[in-house]
């Protein structure tokens, strides 16, 4: 099974600065279709999870563009450039390029 | 708009089966795939498996091989997770959630979770 790894797992940013979490699968995420299947997903609390970035780096509808997806086979990077009170949560990454799909085990987001 | 509606919370014995469903209105049911993930108190998502209500073909994680069933009505665009031979590690909110694609984790819409609770 592919096992994702976040880091940190926990991150106190100050609103108006930016924040990073590292998201790293054990086999590269690269289908032989030339896309990438890896995905950051929010969780607010007491919320379903809500998709925020799809293969890497596109935005899903109504999602900021201070959030950004970089990255590649098994290294991926989500970036908020300016934190703002509204995305606390927990982000996972999430791949799905092989069954069981797997999650990262959450990267808690505090103000 | 596009909703995905799931049923109630369940109590269950260990050893029992829970059943929950996932209503969908707003897109053409069979045009997507449901999956479903669950997650345990304080503990990150677990993808379960994927129905293609279209077919009926399914996918699951290994370790609900046996034990989770998935089927759907599409004359009333609902899909159902059946789970049997319920212990208490099986409590945890369980979500459906649909994608487009076959392989694509991009679940742009989810249930509000189902939680279900297995003790004796």
């Known amino acids: 099974d592919i096992v994702m790894t976040q880091t940190p797992l926990s991150l106190s940013v100050t609103p108006g600065q930016p924040a990073s979490i590292s998201c790293k699968s054990t086999q590269s995420l690269l289908q032989t279709d030339g896309k990438t299947y890896l995905y950051w997903y929010l969780q607010k609390p007491g919320q379903s999870p809500q998709l925020l970035i799809y293969e890497i780096s596109n935005r899903f509808s109504g999602v900021p563009d201070r959030f950004s997806g970089s990255g590649s086979g098994t290294d991926f990077t989500l970036k908020i450039s300016r934190v703002e009170a509204e995305d606390v949560g927990v982000y996972y990454c999430?791949?799905?390029?092989?069954?069981?799909?797997?999650f990262g085990q959450g990267t808690k987001l505090e103000i | 708009q596009v909703q995905v509606v799931q049923s109630g919370a369940e109590v269950k014995k260990p050893g029992a089966s829970v059943k929950v469903s996932c209503k969908a209105s707003g897109y053409t049911f069979t045009d997507y795939y449901i999956h479903w993930v669950r997650q345990a108190p304080g503990q990150g998502p677990e993808w379960m498996a994927w129905?293609?209500?279209?077919?009926?073909?399914?996918?699951?994680a290994q370790k609900f091989q046996g034990r989770v069933t998935l089927t759907s009505d599409t004359s009333i665009s609902t899909a159902f997770l059946d789970l049997s031979r319920l212990r208490s590690d099986d409590t945890a909110v369980y979500y459906c959630a649909r994608v487009m694609h076959f392989g694509s984790g991009k679940f742009d819409s989810w249930g509000q979770g189902t939680l279900v609770t297995v003790s004796s």
């Open positions: 129905l293609n209500p279209n077919s009926g073909v399914t996918n699951f």
């Open positions: 999430m791949q799905s390029i092989k069954v069981p799909y797997s």
